[in-house]
């Protein structure tokens, strides 16, 4: 039997002209160095290409499994479209000898490359501390390996709304947010920056120190987000779900600041300056500064399955606004509590899937915050879609409320209810670190129940409410000179003399048209009582900043 070698081989032996073809098809649109290389190329194809093969595929070399792998690390066919996201932190520079290299290195996904290896960020390894400088490409190159030029990749331009945290990301972008209209002036507004996937990133090589117990590691939380394309949610309940292939964006902009890179003389790095005087080294000396500033936000951007979670209508006075603090905890709080059920239910890691808001303008125009779940797996697992599913949701969701399963009666049992907010009993995990200040186990089983029922009471009626509205607001009223804790319509608040401040539940509006009925019957009563500044602070806000 012929092998596939022999085949590929005879088959290039047989066919010029149509490799004479595919060449012209190539070099459409190329330079003339390029077009006057022609012979050159084809006699590659036609003389050696195979040997080449060959010697790839039969070195010790490399340690690649897949034929195609190995041939885009020998350089032989382009790096990208490869399924691997392990992005390296290189604190030595790299050799052919050890190519790909195992030594000199740390690697890590590039959902977290993006942070733990961005300029300024610091990486402990082996007992010392590697401070990356900015981004690289190397690749083997004759008898070394060789910095390619233009590492940062080529520009992608997303649009980022810091007011709505939506995500533009059609070609152009719009000038000002699609979806809450704030324009670049705003603060916080919306800003069109260009994404760089960097290839590789380093270090300022020999210049590691040793770990004292002291370093800075900023993650820049990067959280996950996808594009306010509106998606046909189907309704089951009184929730809206939809799965399907989306693009997920993991974005670090350093704070909204971006990265300003620049070239390195003599090298095909980008760094940034703040990076250089971090280690010490004066960046006058050591950038090209006729390479200019190329400013980007470090980015993942990858198509995978997700599912899509809406609320389908809210009670009148009752809204989680992506705008407002209170409402993105409430809705990453429902989030974070879907996938520790689903985790449970489908007997996975939690880590296999992300999860993110996503904030759409909907179909009446407002402003409204979804949920997304994600695979996390490159390909995806297909967790996801099968969550998206509406039976599925909906299982998901009376699973987590169901008081005789085993996922709700922990969360409410005495020795938890003390847990004000969230713990690593009910929502909290390493993976979650960037929201631990916003989760909240109560918000979360009220939109749970809100997404199954759209009557579901949403006050601190209920039980699991009840006890924690009360102490924490009279605690609250305690630590004020002069402020007696009482209650207007069955609501917690505070009177001094003639200002009273009501306690409202977090998903309470309490501006606009809409008000909550329940906030607007609180504040007749104090006023009836005669009280004449009537001020209002969700419960939230007074159990994570009171003063
Ligand atoms: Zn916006
Ligand atoms: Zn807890």
Known sequence: MRSVRDLVADWIQTHPQEIQRICDVLLVFTGTGLRGQMQQLLDFIRYNLIARIDQIANSPQFIQDNLSERLANAGLLPMFGFPTRVRLLFHKHPSLRDWPPEEGIVDR?????????????????????????????????????????????????????????????????????????????????????????????????????????????????????????????????????????????????????????????????????????????????????????????????????ILILGIYTWPAGVHASPLDVNGRAALYSLGFLLRRAAAV????????????????????????????????????????????????????????????????????????LSCQTSCPDCLRDFSNLAFHNILDWRLGLDLARLALDANAPIDFTVPYWQTLAQSATQAYFAAQPGWQSTSFAGVPAGRRGPVAEIITHPLWNRSGGNLSPVLTAAVAQAQAAGVQNVKHRTLFEVLRRPY
């Not at 059609?170 to 002036?185: K, L, M």
């Not at 009446?364 to 879609?385: C, K, P």
């Open 109 to 305: 996904d590039l959902d977290l490359a993006i942070s733990q290896f961005a300029p300024g960020a610091e990486t402990v390894k082996d007992g010392l501390i590697h401070t990356a400088i900015g981004v690289v490409h190397y690749r083997p190159q004759g008898t070394d390996i060789a910095e390619q030029p233009g590492p940062l990749g080529p520009v992608q331009a997303i649009g980022l709304c810091r007011r709505c945290q939506a995500v533009d990301a059609s070609s152009p972008p719009a000038a000002n947010c699609p979806v809450c209209g704030a324009t670049v002036q705003d603060r916080p507004g919306y800003q069109v920056v260009q994404l760089s996937q960097p290839s590789g990133f380093r270090t300022w090589f020999g210049r590691s120190r040793d770990f004292d117990g002291l370093f800075e590691w900023s993650p820049r939380a990067s959280r996950p987000k996808t594009s306010a394309t509106l998606r046909p949610l189907t309704n089951r309940a009184n929730f809206g779900v939809w799965a399907g292939l989306e693009t997920v964006y993991v974005i670090n902009d350093n704070a909204g600041c971006c990265f300003n890179f620049v070239k390195l003389s003599r090298e095909e790095t980008w760094v940034t300056a703040d990076a250089l005087q971090q280690i010490g080294i004066n960046p006058a000396n050591t950038v090209d500064a006729n390479a200019g500033i190329d400013s980007r936000a470090l980015a993942s951007v990858k198509e995978t399955d």
């Open 345 to 416: 239910r489908l007997d996975i890691d939690e880590r296999e899937l992300k999860v993110g808001l996503r904030v759409v303008q909907d179909a009446a125009g407002q402003v409204t915050g979804q949920i997304f779940i994600s695979d996390s797996l490159e390909n995806g697992a297909g967790y996801s879609s099968h969550l998206g599913q509406p039976a599925e949701m909906e299982g998901l969701l009376q699973f987590i409320l169901d008081p005789q399963d085993m996922f709700f009666p922990p969360l409410v049992a005495p020795n938890h």
